[in-house]
């Protein structure tokens, strides 16, 4: 059964740095676009980053130049290190799979586009 797992969130202050990682299991990392969401209380779920061997990786523009996505395919992982957080980062993050065949780039940061999604892990950015 496919199956994503997150892990790594926590709480931290401004400005610090955590990395979160997305384990995933009975598919290959390789063929498919994984992508980082998040969830803020009363908010709606928002595409963060994404990566995929057909399309490269893809930001959002707040998060560009703090987060960096990579992928590992050995340990079919993928992880998103993110520096400099910021309170506005607090949320829930979840990490999604969509075989990249079946997904058009444009909707790379769509949540209902993608069909397998992990239990998500918190992240509290918070003096």
């Known amino acids: 059964q496919l199956q994503l797992v997150e892990s790594g969130g926590g709480l931290v202050q401004p400005g610090g740095s955590l990395r979160l990682s997305c384990v995933a299991s009975?598919?290959?990392?390789?063929?498919?676009?994984i992508a980082w969401f998040r969830q803020a209380p009363g908010n709606e779920r928002e595409g963060v980053s994404c990566?995929?061997?057909?399309?490269?990786?893809a930001y959002v523009d707040s998060v560009k130049g703090r987060f960096t996505i990579s992928r590992d395919n050995a340990k079919n992982t993928v992880y998103l290190q993110m520096n400099n957080l910021k309170p506005e980062d607090t949320a829930v993050y979840y990490c999604?799979?969509?075989?990249?065949?079946?997904?058009?780039?444009?909707?790379?940061?769509?949540?209902?586009?993608?069909?397998?999604w992990g239990q998500g892990t918190q992240v509290t950015v918070s003096s």
């Open positions: 009975a598919f290959s990392v390789n063929y498919y676009t």
């Open positions: 999604a799979a969509k075989i990249s065949l079946l997904l058009p780039s444009g909707r790379r940061f769509t949540s209902g586009a993608y069909d397998h």
């Open positions: 990566i995929s061997s057909r399309d490269g990786i």
